[in-house]
């Protein structure tokens, strides 16, 4: 497979589709552990990158996904607006840089894993999306090559997102909730699954 624009722009907007039909959703979590604005954030840096795909797809592909970052960094706002920047600005960088698609994707992937963790001062455990994004890394990296590939990562982006109701935040809003936490699906760690689990759609109707 390679990253032609119009694969690029498939996935792009099967993405920010996804989560913008997911908003109502990654409210509805924020309004249990923060302040509800997680799918509202959410949806405007997802509408802002549709609004201009066209444009993003047409550089090469480390700079389309920094741009897709600096989109997400200007509209997300948040913390998560941020996080999701530093993740595909990290990304688009490490491509820029001479890392290939789709033979380095997982290197590619730990770019963005890193950028989030340093930016959030954060870690795997902390409920947060690191407890989508670090499992997801890790199967790309294990289950590199397997021709199962694809459902593999959309299971463990799916029970990450579940594992992360038992656990007690301590990172960003929701930890100020301390043990009022516990119980609810963190919204960062629902939306990292529902973009993960939109590609994977993608990426099986093109293979
Ligand atoms: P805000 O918390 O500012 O209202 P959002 O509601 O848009 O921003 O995003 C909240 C999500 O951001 C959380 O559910 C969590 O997944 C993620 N998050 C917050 N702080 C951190 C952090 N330090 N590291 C990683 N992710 C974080
Ligand atoms: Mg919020």
């Known amino acids: 497979m390679r990253l032609e624009p119009a694969m690029l722009a498939s996935l792009i907007a099967a ?27 959410m949806k405007r840096g997802c509408e802002a990158i549709l609004n201009k795909l066209d444009a993003i797809v047409a550089l090469p592909t480390g700079q389309a996904i920094k741009s897709l970052g600096m989109t997400l960094v200007m509209t997300v706002g948040g ?35 890193a950028a989030v963790a340093a930016r959030g001062r954060s870690r795997a455990g902390e409920k947060t999306m690191l407890d989508v994004l670090v499992p997801v890394l890790e199967t790309l990296r294990v289950d590199a090559g397997r021709p199962d590939l694809i459902q593999r990562v959309r299971a463990v982006a799916g029970e990450s997102a579940e594992r992360t109701a038992p656990m007690l935040a301590t990172k960003g809003r929701a930890s100020f909730l301390g043990e009022r936490s516990i119980g609810h ?21 093109h293979s």
């Open 185 to 205: 699906i963190d919204p960062g760690a629902r939306s990292s699954c529902v973009l993960v689990h939109a590609i994977c759609t993608r990426l099986e109707a």
């Open 15 to 41: 993405g920010a589709e996804q989560v913008i039909a997911s908003a109502p959703e990654l409210t509805r979590l924020d309004q249990a552990i923060g302040d509800g604005d997680h799918g509202a954030n």
């Open 79 to 113: 913390a998560s607006g941020p996080l999701y920047g530093s993740f595909f600005i990290a990304s688009g960088e490490a491509i820029t840089a001479g890392r290939r698609l789709p033979e380095d994707l997982a290197e590619i992937f730990a770019a963005g894993v």
